[in-house]
């Protein structure tokens, strides 16, 4: 069997770690064609050295530079390029069998979609991209027959509940219900009135899992499960009343699909995102991916409980988003990523993201969306309607 080349956008990332561990593993089924990161050259350049792609990207032409020196002295013939135009080739060139999506934020919609286009098989961690642009990237994917992959667990869980055959056809399939699992994160039980006083190391302290930044805090506001519930009504074909959320603090049902005639399927394992990689990568079959199995006993009991919407705000103007449709999904998530890089910056308090959110969200309308264009523009605009509010409402 020849051997699949992979490229991995983000892959100094959390995920894009764990994908090249995971491949290691597998060196006779896979290959690294390209490798991509955002300014980490040095963490880049051990990663090419070991994984010898044809390719490595980074964002500016400096540091491009930088690392082409370093490759050609170790005499490693991989090739550095820079910029949006050279994640979007890498992810579309003809040799590239899969690729991995797993830049953070809005910046990973460009290459994603590119990847849609042209027909790839593509492991989907950046939810950003759905939440983003659902319609016109699952369109593409309809359009171009590329093979879509959830790689975010949760989605990853309820894709291997699912029928086979399932085409996104809630309707026809003896669902009820596709329910999310959320761990709650860091803050679940913290006093509500002290959370405006959590520091962006607190927030980014998750009780189960290790992820990037940006995420981690998404976790702690739960805007994480926002985002996903987003992702599912896009990948599934589900409305907002059919997609339900249950905290689950120790992460080990990744989520669940209920039928009508009574039963619940779920997808269990240890929460160590390798395992839903290795499913992509290898689906449909099955491979190792290091993780150890589940072992249940260790558990004296798994706690199933209702989100609390006053706790954790966000949730509920996910929901809000997804029910107005058009262009809310795109300036919730703009909105988002600014608040979340002003509260890490020390500019914003905890609470105030939610403030943020909901005053983009009041005061920008919605409108419809028909191509890549459309959305920066939308996305550009909300970034700073946001930034104003910070700077007016931040701390100085
Ligand atoms: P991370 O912050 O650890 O890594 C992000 C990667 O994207 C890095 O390689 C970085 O260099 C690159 N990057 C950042 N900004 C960029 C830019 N402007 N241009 C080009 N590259 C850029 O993030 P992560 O935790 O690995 O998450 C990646 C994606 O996967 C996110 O969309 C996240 O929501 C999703 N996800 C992550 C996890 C997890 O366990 N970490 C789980 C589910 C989904
Ligand atoms: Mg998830």
């Not at 894009?16 to 089924?29: E, F, K, M, N, Q």
């Not at 992810?91 to 910046?107: F, K, L």
Request: a negative charge; glycine letters at 8%.
């Amino acid at each position: 069997m020849p051997k699949q080349k992979i490229s991995i956008l983000g892959s100094t990332g959390s995920i894009g770690v764990s994908t090249l561990d995971v491949i290691a593993r597998h060196p006779d089924r896979y290959e690294v064609f390209a490798l991509t990161a955002h300014t980490q050259v040095d963490k880049l350049f051990l990663q090419c050295q070991q994984f010898q792609p044809q390719y490595a990207v980074l964002s500016t032409p400096e540091l491009a530079s930088v690392l082409q020196e370093r490759l050609t002295l170790h005499g490693i013939s991989t090739i550095a390029l820079y910029g949006a135009q050279a994640l979007c080739d890498v992810a579309t060139a003809t040799e590239c069998d899969a690729v991995m999506a797993a830049i953070v934020g809005a910046a990973g919609l460009p290459s994603s979609l590119a990847a849609a286009q042209a027909g790839k098989r593509i492991l989907l961690a950046n939810k950003e991209s759905l939440v983003m642009s659902g319609q016109i990237f699952m369109d593409a994917i309809a359009k171009s027959g590329a093979v879509l992959l959830p790689i975010d667990s949760e989605h990853n869980a309820i894709f291997q509940c699912l029928p086979g055959s399932y085409g996104r056809k809630i309707e026809h399939s003896g669902i009820s219900k596709i329910i999310l699992t959320a761990s709650g994160g860091p803050f679940l039980n913290r006093a509500v009135e002290t959370l405006n006083d959590v520091t962006p190391d607190q927030a980014v302290a998750h009780p189960n899992w290790v992820m990037g930044r940006k995420i981690s805090v998404d976790s702690a506001t739960m805007m994480n499960k926002g985002l996903e519930v987003i992702e599912a009504h896009w990948l599934f074909g589900a409305p907002a009343d059919q997609i339900g959320v249950l905290i689950h603090p120790q992460s080990v049902v990744h989520s669940m699909v209920s039928y009508v005639d009574g039963s619940v399927l779920a997808q269990m394992g240890n929460p160590d995102m390798r395992t839903p990689i290795a499913f992509g990568l290898a689906f449909p079959e099955r491979i190792n991916s290091g993780v150890a199995s589940l072992d249940l006993t260790k558990f004296s009991q798994l706690h199933f409980r209702q989100p609390d919407f006053q706790r954790f705000p966000c949730l509920g103007l996910a929901y809000q988003a997804l029910r107005t449709g058009g262009s809310a999904a795109t300036i919730l998530n703009a909105a988002n990523e600014i608040a979340v890089e002003a509260f890490l910056a020390g500019r914003l308090g905890f609470r105030q993201i939610e403030s943020v959110i909901e005053e983009c969200l009041n005061q920008i309308s919605s409108v419809s969306l028909n191509d890549l264009a459309a959305i920066l523009e939308v996305d550009g605009q909300a970034r700073r309607h946001a930034l104003s509010i910070v700077s007016q409402v931040g701390v100085q």
